[in-house]
Each structure stands twice: as C-alpha cells, then as structure tokens.
C-alpha cells in the first residue's frame, strides 16, 4: 500500500511570490492535515480536510488556503511568501481524521521543504 | 491552555546506552498520547500510542510509559543504536467533540560511537 506522497520534495520561491503543495493520501484515507514545522517551534497545524470540506484551521493568516479534491487529495497554496514562510510542510492522512471521537492514527508524508528568498 | 512540553529539548548518547525522553502535557480532557520519530528530513512515524488504561506499551527497544494522573509520559530506548539518531516528537489529543491534537516540540537524540 503506497504511502502519502508530497511534491514537489524541494523548492525555492523569492518573497512575495505564491507556492502550491500537493499531497496524495493513503487510498482510502478521507482525512488531510497540513503542519508546518520550523526548527524550535515543532509542528504547527495549518489546517484539517475531510470529505472535501475543512474541518479545522490552525491559527495562520489568510495567504495559508487549501482545498481537498473528490479524490482525497489535498493541495495548500500559500500566497506573497514572506522570509518566515521558510519551512518544512507535512501533510497527514488517517481514517477518521484528527478531530471528533475518532483517533485515528496519522500518516505522514516525506514534506515539501520551502526555502523563502 | 492545552500544552506538551518535552525534555531535554536535545540529548546525545553513545551507542549502546539507555535513555529516557520524557513528555509533560497539561491536555485535558485526556484521550491519547502517541510517540512519533522522526528522522531528519523525513516524515514522522508513530512509535506507540496510549489510552487513558494502559500503563506501559513497547515497540522493540522503545517502552512508552504513562501516568495519567500526574500527566506525564516517558519514552525509554533501551541499547540504543545509531539508527535511533532522530526528533521524538509527543503528541497528545484530548476527547469531545473539540477534539484536537496538541504536539510537543520534540527532543533531538543523538547516537554516537
């Protein structure tokens, strides 16, 4: 059974430009949550899709977007990069997602590291 | 304010030592715990989780302790081996429906000769 799968792996984007992420979840995984994580600061959460709607949105501003396909996969898109936008960006498949009763486990993928010129 | 904080925030040990991470949370009300690793610019992958009931929990030389009642878990690697050089990162959720998790910052293991 194939794991998540990011891409792109690596890229490098000056300031003020915008980046898509792209995240392909274990077959028959409805959950995606987003995490960038910075050195010291650990995993933050961005966001959380399931079944093509947002369940749950971490506390970062409004140029961090995302959006699920009918297919589970998951795209976030961060627009007019900023320097602190540096950061390695995970995405996270389950079952049942990271929010309710459920407590479904997490899958990770590799992440997107992205560097801000 | 649900928290995880995990100690020491960096360790380093000769191969074939013991060690002990361990993970405070002020998360509330309690589901689960999980231990991810995480290697360097990979993925985490999850080590262990555990409920409110268990007490202890292994994975090869990994043993995951829990005490609910002082919110405090531990990790402890036993004979460690250079591939155990990675970030351990803790990560609790709490139950209801505002069910969410909270991470840790981790603890960076070093493995050396």
């Known amino acids: 059974k194939a794991g998540v799968t990011q891409t792109p792996r690596y890229l490098i984007k000056t300031r003020g430009q915008q980046v898509t992420l792209s995240c392909s979840p274990i077959?028959?995984?409805?959950?995606v949550s987003w995490y960038q994580q910075t050195p010291g600061q650990g995993l933050q959460f961005l966001f959380e899709y399931f079944s093509e709607t947002q369940r749950n949105k971490g506390n970062f501003p409004g140029r961090f977007s995302g959006r699920q396909f009918s297919n589970s996969r998951s795209e976030m898109n961060v627009s007019t990069l900023e320097l602190g936008d540096s950061a390695l960006y995970l995405c996270a498949s389950s079952l049942a997602g990271t929010s309710g009763a459920n407590t479904g486990e997490l899958f990770f993928g590799e992440g997107s590291r992205l560097t801000v010129l | 304010k649900n928290q995880v904080e995990q100690s020491p925030q960096s360790l380093i040990i000769l191969e074939g030592k013991n060690c002990t991470l361990q993970?405070?949370?002020?998360?509330?009300?309690?589901?689960?715990l999980r231990w991810y690793k995480q290697d360097t610019g990979r993925g985490p992958v999850s080590l262990t989780i555990?409920?409110?009931?268990?007490n202890t929990k292994s994975n090869g030389r990994y043993t995951a302790t829990l005490d609910a009642d002082t919110k405090q878990s531990s990790l402890h690697i036993t004979a460690s081996q250079l591939s155990d050089s990675a970030s351990y990162i803790c990560?609790?959720?709490?139950?209801?429906?505002?069910?969410?998790?909270?991470f840790g910052t981790g603890t960076r293991l070093q493995v050396t000769l």
């Open positions: 990560v609790v959720r709490n139950t209801g429906t505002a069910s969410k998790l909270t």
């Open positions: 555990m409920t409110f009931s268990e």
């Open positions: 077959s028959g995984h409805r959950s």
């Open positions: 993970c405070n949370y002020t998360v509330s009300p309690f589901s689960n």
